[in-house]
């Protein structure tokens, strides 16, 4: 099961380096800032960026002095990382067994990627591998009042019909949780375990546009969307167009798109 799901994912992204880059990447780039500054002062170490995607993460911590390498086990986002940052070290990789020694990295971030692995906790312990003692490790993940996943999957529940056929999935929001964050890093070994939340947005003057960066930019969702029958699949269309259509002020959709930021640092 967890094999379907990972292969479903894999597929997704595969075929969407391009368009996250241009759709969701001016949203998950608002959290580049405090994810850095999260990590205090690391010029000339070496940072590992997990499910690195188009790259900007990795991109952003190169400027500011860090010896970044970034791995995806989606190759044509590595292959747009290395488009968007030529002079920087990507290459694909497995979050759940990283290709690297113990004690390799001064600090790991990943972003946005727990949500999208079939075994996150495998991951996390992971990161913790290949940590040094005192290096920490950064990830961010949606909120659980995330406005956009919040109309798509109201939606679904409202219109769609339960779908047998798509990949069994961990819970999507499972990370959206703060203390379900702390506790995972507290169970992993982490100390100096703390959590944080970021305000972002997403903007758009075309109600369309949701969904859009739903089939384009996301591939959990589009799953879900897709397996339903078309007259269902229409319903929820018009149920997520609406939902846009209230949220449009003077010309402008405003989405917002809270995200927990959590922290912990190996002992």
């Known amino acids: 099961m967890a094999r379907l799901f990972r292969d479903a994912e894999l597929s997704g992204w595969s075929t969407r380096a ?9 949203i998950t780039n608002q959290v580049v800032g405090p ?25 952003a911590l190169a400027k500011s002095g860090a010896v970044v390498e970034g791995i995806d086990f989606a190759v044509p986002m590595i292959l747009r990382a290395r488009a968007n940052y030529p002079d920087l070290v990507f290459r694909e990789g497995d979050a759940e067994a990283l290709p690297f020694e113990a004690n390799a990295f001064d600090h790991v971030v990943c972003g946005f990627g727990l949500m999208h692995l079939s075994r996150p906790d495998t991951a996390i312990s992971e990161a913790f591998r290949v940590l040094r003692s005192g290096g920490r490790y950064v990830f961010t993940q949606w909120a659980q009042d ?22 069994h999935a961990p819970p999507p929001m499972r990370f959206g949780d703060p203390e379900e964050c702390r506790r995972s890093l507290n169970a992993a070994g982490f100390s100096s375990v703390q959590d944080d939340r970021i305000e972002t947005t997403w903007q758009s003057a075309k109600p369309e546009a949701l969904l859009d960066i739903v089939y384009r930019g996301a591939v959990r969702a589009a799953m879900l969307l897709e397996a339903q029958p078309p007259a269902r699949r229409a319903r929820i269309h018009d149920a997520i167009s609406e939902a846009a259509r209230r949220r449009m002020i003077n010309g402008s959709m405003i989405i917002r798109r809270p995200v927990v930021m959590a922290s912990g640092v190996k002992r």
Do not use: W
Request: glycine share 10%; hydrophobic share 45%.
């Open 18 to 26: 391009t368009t996250y880059d241009e759709l969701i990447a001016p």
């Open 35 to 59: 994810m850095i500054d999260r990590l205090g002062a690391f010029a000339g170490q070496r940072v590992l960026d997990v499910c690195c995607g188009p790259g900007h993460l990795a991109g």
């Open 146 to 167: 995330d406005e956009l996943l919040k109309i798509v999957l109201t939606a679904i529940s409202d219109h769609g019909e339960s779908i047998a056929n798509v990949p």
